[in-house]
């Protein structure tokens, strides 16, 4: 069977490692474990890595849209999945009826919530989430006290119960950054106001990422929620990446082994002229399918074992390879041969941490771009 043009090969045995681990750093603090598996599992595919995820220890799902949880839900997954950002006009009725979990904001998302309960005929599951200092998604500390008695009038309505309250860290990637220990603080004062103010079962607490998963034992509460390190990327870039193994390798093959003239210049602008008469390598693999532009000149690959630099501009379906000075040691390679752009570096290739560092941006930016492209195709082991 032919192998793709664009490949991101997803290593489940990797996922399934980098699952057991966390939600084993939970378990030690009486925390279950929810995988995050938004943008399609952050370019990794969402369905089946939440498989994998709920085999290896996660009991949970997160989701950013309603789309995304309905995706799982039509996929035959049914465990617990949260979805939390979301338009206030959304129809939540599939996904109550779905039995989706969804977070809460503000009072007009309450009051679509509730709406979309009526009509599904059952209560919707809530998470409430409180600003703690993010100052992204979340009810402002001052707009919480309104807030909860709307949800209790909603509750004794009929129409929501209270699963939990929770948060999101704005520094976790630095564990011991005072704001840590200030956005805790803040959950556990609206979490005390909401035990205070609502009915039914005292509501759980969630706060820790991937970064707080892995450092911060004290704040896993009830349910922790990594996303990235799922995927094997360490948030902290530790030498040893807290035990993590990246589970996506993104890699093509040759087009095409050509032999140019000292001189020539290679790809758009010429940015890049052969020194020397030079074998060079094509690879048709470019920005659209996740190559930023900017790598040209930068990046490398890893290509009969070898790192080999891409030489010249990074174009839209093509990067050309320098393979070295044509009397030179040139390696023997032909069209259909392997080019790994990155990979976990177990064997020495370029890893989606290079690349961020390449591109000044994260590693999640990075994997995320890659499997989310269309031309490229997703394989599994």
Known sequence: MTRPRAEAHVDHDALAHNVGLLAGLARASGAATMAVVKADGYGHGAVDVART????????????????????????VGAPVLSWLHLPDEDFAPAVADEVDLGVSSRAELDGV????RRAGRPARIHLKIDTGLSRNGCPPAAWG??????????????????????????????????????SKRLDDAWRAAAETLGGPRPWRHLANSAATLTRPDLHLDLVRPGIAVYGLDPLDAPDRHGLRPAMTFRTRLALVKRVAAGEGVSYGHEWTAPDDRVLALVPTGYADGVPRRLGGTMTVQLADRRRPVVGRVCMDQVVVDLGPADGDVPAVSPGDEVVLFGPGDDGEPTASEWAGWLDTIHYEVVTGVGCRPRVTRTRS
């Open 146 to 183: 309104d807030l909860l008695a709307a949800v209790e009038d909603a509750r004794a309505a009929g129409d929501v119960e209270v699963a939990a309250v929770w948060s999101h860290l704005a520094h976790a990637d630095a564990p011991a950054h005072p704001t840590i220990d200030v956005q």
């Open 53 to 76: 995820a709920l085999a290896s220890g996660a009991t949970w799902l997160g989701v950013c849209t309603l789309d995304e949880a309905a995706e799982l839900r039509a996929a035959g």
């Open 114 to 117: 509730a709406a979309g309960a």
